[in-house]
């Protein structure tokens, strides 16, 4: 992916921010995110509910710019805290309110969010987001009556932890706390053996939360063990239904059933039924080994990465040839090297485990990466990119595209052995976020915005 802010330092001045604080940063497309959830709805029935996955600091890419961008569009100011100034990052802030969209807003790219832990639901609300809200992991029960304050629904999928949640919003009842009923999401245990409650159980479940004070049961669901492995689904699917059925016959109402993610989607493997939640192709990234549908092969080609990864050297040398490279030395020169030393390490989500195997791009040329990785740089050989010596303006690539030649997150994923959402969720928030859409800078978070 080639950054189409062009100059960083010249497109934040024009954005009326600041440098960055060190010269290694991420780069969110936030016109590839709209473009990406365009693609996905165009592979869903008409009407269906779309929820954004924003977990883990949406898989590493910045959850509240992301969030924003999804209210308001990627063409709104997204960057927050004291490095946030300047006309594009302050733009149409949303100000903080726990619901409901802002007045003449346009529409939304999703129709709420997701996240797995009540902290991250916390930092999206403090931050003005008004999206629907849900926590996918159960929530310690004394903040319930927060949620519900907050308007920020809860997962049931265990009884003990529910009972607790129930007790809580009750006391609170009692003690004369009104507001609006807390929202839960009944998980069922369909196969994935980490969670939910027991299909044979879920409506005894149901009558307790319907005869609790203050609580609503408003959707089921559940999440698939293996989206590309129809017969599997197939079977999750069939228990899934069979809750259902078995709430429906019970005088439990339940208008949203949400069962697939991305790859029940894209594989459709499983119905849509009445949401779906949507991480990593949101992202624009595919696990290893997923073949779309026939039918949904056209949005799956056109999911595009949002995400680059890039640095300036802090410093170039000609080293001789025996010359050791980082700790160790795990890379001797052998011959005279220049060695451009990138700031940025496993301190930043970059393992030690790629030291001396993975490469770069500078100048649309792929580079070995030399020596150890440390924690906060890591070393390139230039020796052999032609034309004037590389020096310290010039631009490297560790994740994303640079003239015809592309490091993938899945190419990063296959050298660790690991899986895309790892190599994405490692990136350290230490790390800029720089957020554009087209030519703009629509804002930055750093460390010093947090």
Known sequence: MS????????????AGLPPLARTAWI??????????????????????????????????????????????????GLATGPAATGPAATAARPGPAETGAADGAAAPLADGIAVATFDEARELRDGGIRLPILVLFPIPPTLAPEAARRRIAITASDPVILERTLAAVAGAAAG???????????????????????????????????????????????????????ARSGGQDERFVEAAR?????????????????????????PAYEGVRIGLAAY?????????????????????????????????????????ISYGPSFVTGRPSRIATLPLGYGDGIPRSISNRAEALVRGRRVPLVGTVAMDA????????????????????????????????????RLRTTIPWEVVTDLSRRLSRVYHAGSVIAGVRSLASR
């Open 246 to 270: 078995l709430l429906a016959d019970g005088g439990f109402r339940v208008d949203l059933r949400h069962l697939a993610a991305s790859g029940g989607v894209l594989t459709g493997s499983v």
């Open 378 to 413: 890591l070393m390139a050989d230039v020796t052999d990119v032609p034309g004037p010596p590389v020096g310290v303006d010039d631009d490297f690539v560790l994740i994303g595209a640079q003239g015809s030649e592309e490091i993938t997150v899945a190419d990063l994923a």
């Open 27 to 76: 780069s969110v497309d936030l016109d590839r995110f709209r473009a990406n959830l365009v693609a996905i709805r165009r592979a869903l029935p008409a009407g269906c509910r779309v929820d954004v996955v924003l977990k883990a600091d949406g898989y590493g890419h910045g959850a509240l710019p992301l969030a924003r961008a999804l209210e308001t569009g990627p063409e709104r």
């Open 284 to 324: 624009g990234l595919l696990p290893d080994g997923l073949s779309a549908a026939e039918a949904r092969r056209l949005p799956a080609r056109s999911l595009r990465p949002i995400l680059s990864l890039r640095a300036r050297p802090i410093r170039v040398a000609d080293l001789p040839a025996g010359a050791g």
């Open 176 to 230: 004369g706390t009104r507001g609006p009923a807390l929202q839960v999401h009944l998980e069922v245990e369909t196969g994935l053996g980490r969670a939910g409650i027991a299909v044979e159980r879920v409506r005894e479940t149901a009558a307790r939360i319907a005869a609790a004070r203050a609580v609503r049961l408003v959707a089921i669901w559940s999440h698939l063990q293996s989206a590309v492995d129809h």
């Open 3 to 14: 950054d189409p802010v062009g100059p960083l330092d010249a497109a934040l001045a024009a």
